[in-house]
């Protein structure tokens, strides 16, 4: 369960990091470098799932959206400095709980 999780948090931080890399070059007017190494990064998010040890695709990029939440929310309030509010807190809680629920409920 643990590598799991490791592995969900850092495949979030590649796109999470990645795309905020590609936003800096393209929103911001950032050197092209922030393009190239957002996109490369990017691409490092695209295998690191494939890492997982679920058998199923859909589940397990299903059980990833949920932890993604989580972790824009807190990028939002760490690098945007934009706090969250208890709402923000509730729905990420709401996915989290969709995410253990996808993953470790007993199957037939």
């Known amino acids: 369960m643990f590598v799991a999780i490791l592995l969900f948090v850092i495949a979030g931080v590649a796109e999470i990091g990645g795309g905020y890399l590609v936003w800096l070059w393209l929103r911001e007017s950032k050197p092209v470098w922030y393009g ?31 932890v993604f939440v989580v972790l824009a929310v807190l990028w939002g309030w760490v690098v945007d400095k934009k706090a969250p509010d208890h709402y923000d807190w509730i729905g990420a809680a709401v996915c989290v709980a969709g995410v253990c629920i996808m993953l470790w409920a007993p199957r037939n």
């Open 36 to 66: 190239v190494v957002g996109s490369l990064v990017l691409i490092a998010y695209g295998v690191i799932p494939t890492l997982q040890m679920f058998p199923s695709f859909g589940r397990v990029y299903a059980a990833y959206g949920g």
